[in-house]
């Protein structure tokens, strides 16, 4: 199936997804057993800013293919366990790695850049695409920030490909999205607010590292690209043990020692500190879901004895699983 669009309004995702299915609820499909599994919807988040937000496994590929002419505006897309990979039309057949959407990156792309999203049948997809024009980041941000954030990070993407992998804090905003149905107005709220959260972390960090004169990491893109393949692999599953180090380097093709160092560079944390942060965020979003006994979300993060699952949770959170109230924690999120 192919999907051709050129511009950014909640309107056109609207009708993207009448392209989809025909019964569309609240601005959301869900895809029928013979289609494959999971969602897709369209968020307003007002004053001519959108997103969409999937969490689905296909049956079929799909093809989403950005054509240029229908305005300007920016997609940040926030892309976890993507199958398949986005190819920019007039870009050195180098950039196709950099920009598989197996990996789990953040990218900044604009309607000016033709391209095609491919969606592989088979694979799951988490994905937050979040449209807006240059006047919205205006309204959040003084207009010298803008400039230099936009002209800093196009030109930074013509060397390099710049993108961003997701990390623990990410995923946990990207949890807290995709969970909800979206039917209440609240929940609509609460969407917004997180997606704007995403944006301020992606802008704040990516500002950040560029005020340092120096370049804020000395790994090579193609290192990159592998540390990212480990990382996926790292967090696929939380019920067996996490992969030896000797099996990440390998599907890394370097070095135990340099593995270990450039993840820790990369992704900020060791590797299984890293692991142990996802496994236990995974053991939260299960927590506040409300459908699990405790015993049960400790089984499903690996672990088999309920002290020890009890002892780690409280020393990531500050509180034991049996004193974690997912409503009163939901309450707060709404009201930041």
Known sequence: MEIAFNKGSYIDLQNLLDNLKDDVIFDRIQLQPEQGKGFICALNMGDGMCALLADVTCKQDILFKQLTGGGQFYIFQFNESMGGRIHFDNEPIQHEQV???????VLLTNSQMPASYIIQSGIHIRTIKIILEKKHLLQYLDSETVEAFLSTYFSQWVKTGNVEPIDVEYRKLIDSILKYKYDHPLTYTFAINRCMLLLERFITRFMKRARIKKPSLRIKDDDITRLMRVEALLIKSYIDPPPTINVLAKEAAMSPTKLKKDFKELYGVPIYEYFQMNRMNYARTLMQEGRYAIK?????????????????????????????????????????
Do not use: I
């Open 296 to 336: 049960e979300v400790g089984k499903m993060v690996g672990y088999t004895n309920l002290s020890h699952f009890a002892g780690s949770f409280k020393k990531e959170f500050g509180v034991l699983p049996s004193e974690f109230n997912a409503r009163d924690e939901a309450l707060q999120v709404v009201r930041y």
């Open 99 to 105: 920009y598989n959407m197996q990996q789990n990156v």
